[in-house]
């Protein structure tokens, strides 16, 4: 018997239910209710949240989640064979559990999180689809968005680059598009061995607030711009930025000397530069 519920150890429901992780899927399991407890509480209070949970598995994070108090749990698996261990947390749980079997970068997720009070995204993320639910989740057309906080697990190597600024060797696209939009922190590292089976790595729970009012900018430019500029990241803008059209007249009206490389220019300065491109987009349209 766990500590925080009265549900078999997550051991004995992988053997029961026949669930041998599957590379293919990201499958990597944590079964220390502990630290998965650790987790769900990463991201606050969870009183009167709806959580929305991607890739709950066996369990492990959705029973801590349920555990710490969250009003509802939204989980969305693609995992068919994990249904039935799900199940037996939603009995546990009357009325708190809502397990959604598909894919979660084709998931409204919006949708299932609509309702009373506010919603939060925590998950130990599949990584191979970690990057595109975050750039969807911070990219989306609708800001502010639906939820008021990700807490996520992701491989050490995306967390740092999530939440690099300038002069960070991991400063990239990543970092621009959530510094823009969200204040990033890496909350704390948990070592392979926390992990069934172990990755080749060590992750880091990262945890998203999002700004209410970020500096005006369309997402598209942004990303844009900033694929340009960190396509050759080490070459000076005035070379990096022709591939725009004229770099050295975008270059003035963004305020930034043509002779700085794109990984030394803060996050403003990019925003200045998108709605440079857009406007000189919209004169000679
Ligand atoms: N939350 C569990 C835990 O912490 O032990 C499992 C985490 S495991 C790293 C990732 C989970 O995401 C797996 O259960 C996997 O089946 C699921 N998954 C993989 N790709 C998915 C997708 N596109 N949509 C939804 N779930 C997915």
Redesign the pocket.
Known sequence: MSAIDDLPP?RDVLRTHDLI??KS???????DLNL?AR?ARAGGRLAGVTVV??????????RALLAEGAARVVA????G??IAALNEIAARYPGRLEIVE??????DMARLAAGDGPARII???????ATP?LTGWVGAAQWPPFWDGLTL?FQREVAERIVAGPGDDAYGRLGVLCGWRCEAKIAFDVGPQA??PPPKVTSSVVRLTPRPDPLPCSVKALETVTQAAFGQRRKMLRQSLKSLGDAAALLDAAGLEPTRRAEEIPVAGFVALANAWEAARAASA
Not at 53 to 62: A, F, I, K
Not at 76 to 79: A, V
Not at 123 to 129: C, E, F, G, K, R
């Open positions: 997550l992780p599957k899927l990201g499958q990597n399991f944590l079964l998965t987790i949970e991607v890739g709950p598995g066996p369990g492990g994070l959705t969305i698996e693609k995992d064979r994990a598909g894919d979660a970068l084709e998931t998950a130990n993320l599949p990584y191979n689809v639910l697990m992990f069934t």
